[in-house]
């Protein structure tokens, strides 16, 4: 099985790999066709080893292929779970506020540190379990 690296999505918030996949053949030397689910009928099951991830077994690991709902474009909406830390950064005389942010279909490993103003003004609830 391999994961699939994201095509054609950049940024922060979009997942480096998508599920894992049975691998059904090697297509050229460096071309792989995996077994796609019947919702991602539309993507061309033919990838470059490049694109591919090995997937290393692991018991306690459990699998799960869809991240929540996934769009016709192949992507789907992120937003944060809960707020994990905050910290104060002195610059100069000025100090700024960031808050470490826990993102849904992640776990804290890919938690980010973001400026609490601008989270705070998204996503005024997270805030409210904080008090």
């Known amino acids: 099985m391999r994961g699939i690296r994201r095509f054609g999505l950049r ?6 790999y998508l599920g894992s996949f049975e691998v059904l053949e090697q297509v050229g030397a460096v071309a792989y066709k995996v077994a796609l689910p019947p ?7 033919v990838f470059h080893i490049s694109n591919l991830r090995k997937y290393i077994h692991d018991p306690e690991h459990v699998l799960s292929f869809e991240p929540s709902e996934i ?17 104060v950064r002195k610059l100069q005389n000025r100090e700024i506020l960031y808050v470490k942010i826990r993102w849904s ?15 705070r003004e ?3 609830h997270l805030f409210n379990e904080l008090n």
């Not at 016709?72 to 830390?85: C, G, W």
């Open 11 to 16: 940024g922060k918030l979009s997942p480096r």
């Open 39 to 45: 919702r991602l009928a539309g993507v061309y099951d």
């Open 71 to 87: 769009q016709k474009d192949m992507t789907y909406e992120e937003y944060p779970a809960y707020i994990i830390d905050r910290e």
């Open 105 to 119: 279909n992640y776990d804290d490993r890919k938690a980010t540190w973001e400026l609490e103003s601008a989270i």
């Open 122 to 124: 998204h996503y005024p």
